[in-house]
Every structure is written in structure tokens, then in C-alpha cells.
């Protein structure tokens, strides 16, 4: 069983910049990051596999988000710059036992319980 606590979520101005961190209990290998709004589906935001060599990002995020995992701590973290308004959501971290970096919650089997961005203008 795999356990994920988030952290770093908060209030920003657009333009600003938050950091947000994983820390997992137990192995994992693919981590991901996913926001949801209100009334709306989950959304892949970006993923990085147990050795960081490979990494994918949401199109919208490109540029301004940067995935990135410390296996010694069992940590990963989500650099997010230059922040939208359009980016307020819950975040939530995602671990997955696949070796690729899947962009679908469905390959993603453990789950955290989500911390919360939120972006004015």
C-alpha cells in the first residue's frame, strides 16, 4: 500500500510561483500530478517516471511547470511558474506501478488527498 501526502498548495497572484510536494510512503515507480475543478473531469498535468529520465507535461503547462522526484526521500515535486488564473484547481499526486509515464488516472492506483491552488488576478 501506497500512501501520498500533499503539500504547498495556497493563494497566489498570476504571475506567481508555488511549489508543490509529494511525500509517498512505500515503492512507487511512475508519479504523476492531476488537478480537478468543480464540476469538471480530473486532468493529467504532468508525470515523471521512478528514474527521471523521462517526463510529460499537459500542453498548457509546458514551459511553466517542471515535474521533478527525489528517490532518496521518496518525494516529487511540481515547480509551477508564471501562473494562470486558469490553473486554480485541486491538485492531487498520483502513484503509479506502470514504468512509462501514463497521462490517464487510470493507470494511476494511489491517489492523495488532494491540496488546493488557487491563482487571482
Known amino acids: 500500500q501506497v500512501q501520498l501526502v500533499e503539500s504547498g498548495g495556497g493563494l497566489v497572484q498570476a504571475g506567481g510561483s508555488l511549489r508543490l510536494s509529494c511525500a509517498a510512503s512505500g515503492r512507487t515507480f511512475t508519479m504523476g500530478w492531476f488537478r480537478q475543478v468543480p464540476g469538471k473531469e480530473q486532468r493529467f498535468v504532468a508525470a515523471i517516471n521512478w528514474s527521471a529520465g523521462s517526463t510529460s507535461y499537459e500542453d498548457s503547462v509546458k514551459g511553466r511547470f517542471t515535474i521533478s522526484r527525489d528517490n532518496a526521500k521518496n518525494t516529487v515535486n511540481l515547480q509551477m511558474n508564471s501562473l494562470k488564473p486558469e490553473d486554480t484547481a485541486v491538485y492531487y499526486c498520483?502513484?503509479?506501478?506502470?514504468?512509462?509515464?501514463?497521462?490517464?488516472?487510470?493507470?494511476?492506483?494511489?491517489w492523495g488527498q488532494g491540496t488546493q491552488v488557487t491563482v487571482s488576478s
Open positions: 498520483a502513484a503509479s506501478r506502470s514504468f512509462g509515464v501514463p497521462t490517464t488516472a487510470g493507470m494511476y492506483s494511489y
